[in-house]
């Protein structure tokens, strides 16, 4: 069993939709929280970073993290096209190595 | 764009060939953390360096090497290259302070390396 599960989608949705992104892990030794956003043949970019439990907004993106369900979730409002690309969840119990989930692939039509 | 430059941007090998890939790490950040991403996956973990030593290791074999610079720049070295071994190599910086702790845990990525291995 991988230490971090993401579903890889496609997850296809029309422009102006709310998309929810998850993943849930199983170290409970994880304290930081990362969600990276890479398009294709890009590195990753991060997007959202959350210490431990709750919840944080930046514009149109919101990141929640529940820790008792070990259980974290990325929500897009008024998805655009330029939103398309692949998700990344990320984590870590220390400063050293992020573990990553395979990504979501994201695609918003016109 | 997040100051982390990485060269060359694609490589193309032959098995048991070794190979030597580059990283300048963001203005004011001390540790480098390299990641080997394969096609539809995520980015895996194979090391990191603080202070110019490994600063914790993934599951990969000791062919995988690395090194710091006083600069903090970096350097990935893959001996005997492996067909498997194709895959998008990413390197990222963050910035740890002087007693070896970090508040935040923030890995900013370059755009990567392409290695291909025939």
């Known amino acids: 069993q991988k230490e971090v599960e993401q579903d890889p989608g496609p997850l296809s949705v029309p422009e102006g939709a709310i998309v929810s992104l998850n993943c849930t892990y199983s170290?409970?030794?994880?304290?930081?929280f990362m969600w990276y956003r890479q398009y294709s043949r890009k590195g990753p970019e991060l997007l959202m970073y959350t210490y431990s439990s709750g919840n944080k907004e930046d514009g149109r993106f919101t990141a929640q993290v529940d820790k008792s369900s070990k259980y974290i979730s990325l929500f897009i409002r008024d998805s655009q096209p330029s939103d398309s690309a692949t998700y990344l969840c990320a984590m870590s119990a220390s400063f050293q190595k992020l573990v990553f989930g395979t990504g979501t692939r994201l695609l918003v039509s016109p | 764009e997040t100051g982390v430059t990485q060269s060359p941007t694609h490589l193309i090998k032959t098995r048991g060939q070794q190979v030597t890939l580059r990283c300048s790490s963001q203005s004011g950040h001390n540790t480098v953390s390299w990641y080997q991403q394969a096609l539809g996956q995520g980015p895996q973990f194979i090391f990191q360096?603080?202070?110019?030593?490994?600063?914790g290791r993934g599951n990969f074999p000791p062919r995988f090497s690395g090194l710091q610079f006083p600069n903090y720049s970096s350097e990935l070295n893959v001996n005997a290259l492996e067909l498997d071994d194709s895959a998008l190599y990413l390197c990222?910086?963050?910035?740890?302070?002087?007693?070896?702790?970090?508040?935040?845990?923030?890995?900013?990525f370059g755009a990567g390396t392409r290695l291909s291995v025939l």
């Open positions: 360096y603080y202070r110019e030593e490994e600063n």
């Open positions: 170290n409970s030794a994880f304290q930081y």
């Open positions: 990222a910086s963050s910035q740890v302070d002087s007693g070896g702790a970090a508040t935040k845990n923030i890995q900013y």
